[in-house]
């Protein structure tokens, strides 16, 4: 049974979509006015695994995740650059996409805020008539929080003096913690015409709107890092379930540990960001996902370059044991007869799937359920790897694409044309060394030394033992 942790609640709850079968999730996507970093692709990774988790478990996963291209910061942004909002947009969205790409994280859609005004419009003019919401005279709307009786819950924000936000414009609203739906536009800034004037939307609105857009007026999943819950979360709640009149509008809510670096969290605006195409360029991309993908996505997590070591070490141990169980498939023949020992290994291998299963169920506990990995390439290289039949190898093979499901890591690995391609280097480096074998047989020692550095530049190093060649590839990740 599938546990979550509910941050509405503060407690472990049996996971049960409200549909029977498929699970809506709806995760904050980023402000599109700098490059994506670390701290960013830790929630989208940590997101990204719960969601193949539930997929693997066989249910249907719709995920929206939206993207944010209309905010005071992308404006002043096009302004300090002296080009347009949508310039800033439209270039930060691609360097995110590119991202999430690198990353192997897919989301079914992307919206933007930019092409949902009109929806927006429709959900302010909803809340105005249900009288949750006021026109100001400058244009901008704010939502009342006094009307709706639950503001605070998923906070635990119970006084109203901890409620105060957007300070700027206390002078016209009606209470410290109303918060702007609609903003009147100021000179110089992107407006869209609408019934209270020339403006744009705020920020909390937008998700309340995307997100029954696509996945209804309840959904199972909502997601975004713990810097979100107050005021955005909060806030989202509060429309939602003030113009649907249902609750709960979200039955679980889950939210990220911060990725820290030297003990602070990694935000822009201290200063203190990694961006990940720069990390890209000294580490692969499969071992950021590694790290990432492997610590529970609600701890706080802090990046060394340790941990990113030891992630490539991880990687590199995975991959080796993908490619020695390939081969010990086709080298090993079909089992007629398992030894005890061998039939003692089998049940090990059980036991590791089950131990995965249960760590995920439990919370998603992804850094222990990779204990689970880990201990699945110990079998393989201290017993399979010697095993006379291809049975253990064929189930470790089995149960690790079932954990590179969730992981992410090894798809390269796990493809049949991969299979194919390794199987024409093999034949076609065979071939090559054969030819040189001959050349050192004819004393043409020249080139048959070229062959060789040639080949060790592509990663292929050479052993000659008299007349005898064989041949291995040194696999280094960045
Ligand atoms: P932003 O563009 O800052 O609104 O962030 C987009 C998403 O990334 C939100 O879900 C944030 O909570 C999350 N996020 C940003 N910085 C961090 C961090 N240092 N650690 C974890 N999540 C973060
Ligand atoms: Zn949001």
Same mark, same amino acid.
């Given at each position: 049974?599938?546990k979550v ?31 994506t970093?670390?701290?960013?692709? %830790? ?22 995740q ?8 992308i ?40 092409e ?12 105005i ?5 006021y ?14 009786p ?6 635990? %924000? ?48 937008e ?29 989202? %709640? ?8 249902k ?111 249960n760590?995920m169920?439990?919370?998603f506990?992804?850094?222990e ?48 044309a ?5 199987e024409?280097?093999e ?12 050349? %050192? ?28 060649t ?9």
């Amino acid at each position: 049974m599938l546990k979550v942790y509910n941050t509405l609640t503060r407690s472990l709850e049996e996971f049960k979509p409200l549909k029977p079968g498929i699970v809506r999730i709806y995760t904050c996507g980023p402000t599109v006015y700098d490059y994506t970093h670390l701290g960013h692709a %830790r929630t989208y990774v940590a997101f990204d695994v719960i969601k193949r988790y539930l997929r693997l478990k066989g249910y249907d996963v719709v995920h929206v995740q939206n993207i944010t291209d209309i905010d005071d910061k992308i404006i002043n942004r096009a302004r300090e650059e002296g080009v347009s909002w949508k310039d800033i947009a439209d270039y930060y969205t691609k360097d995110y996409l590119e991202a999430l790409e690198k990353l192997n994280i897919q989301v079914h859609i992307h919206p933007r805020v930019s092409e949902h005004i009109q929806d927006i419009i429709e959900f302010i003019q909803a809340l105005i008539d249900k009288g949750y919401a006021y026109v100001a005279p400058s244009g901008s709307v704010y939502f009342e929080v006094d009307k709706y009786p639950y503001y605070g819950e998923l906070s635990r %924000r119970f006084e109203k003096e901890q409620w105060r936000q957007e300070t700027d414009v206390l002078a016209e609203k009606k209470k410290p913690y109303d918060f702007a739906l609609w903003k009147a536009a100021k000179p110089g800034e992107p407006w869209w015409p609408s019934p209270w004037g020339k403006g744009r939307p705020g920020w909390h609105i937008e998700c309340s709107t995307m997100s029954s857009k696509y996945l209804g007026e309840q959904f199972d999943i909502h997601g975004g890092g713990q810097d979100l819950i107050f005021p955005h979360h909060e806030n989202e %709640r509060a429309q939602s379930e003030a113009r649907f009149s249902k609750r709960p509008w979200v039955k679980y809510w889950l939210h990220t540990g911060y990725l820290m670096i030297r003990g602070e969290k990694m935000s822009k605006s201290l200063g203190n960001i990694i961006i990940l195409r720069d990390l890209f360029k000294e580490y692969d991309p499969r071992i950021v996902r590694l790290w990432l993908a492997t610590i529970h996505y609600r701890k706080p997590v802090d990046f060394t370059e340790e941990a990113m070591e030891q992630a490539k070490k991880n990687l590199e141990r995975l991959i080796a044991t993908v490619e020695l169980l390939k081969r010990k498939i086709k080298e090993t023949p079909v089992a007629h007869r398992l030894s005890e020992k061998e039939l003692k290994t089998l049940y090990e291998l059980e036991e590791v799937r089950r131990g995965f299963y249960n760590a995920m169920d439990n919370d998603f506990n992804a850094s222990e359920a990779f204990s689970y990995v880990y201990k699945l390439t110990t079998i393989v290289f201290k017993d399979i790897q010697y095993s006379e039949v291809n049975a253990l190898a064929l189930r470790a093979y089995q149960i690790l694409y079932e954990f590179n499901q969730v992981l992410g890591v090894l798809d390269k690995e796990f493809t049949e044309a991969t299979i194919a391609e390794v199987e024409l280097t093999e034949k076609l480096v065979d071939l090559i060394v054969r030819v040189r074998s001959e050349l %050192r047989k004819r004393k043409m020692y020249d080139l048959a030394d070229s062959i060789r550095s040639e080949l060790s530049s592509l990663g292929i190093q050479l052993m000659d033992k008299g007349e005898k060649t064989t041949w291995i590839i040194k696999k280094t990740l960045s």
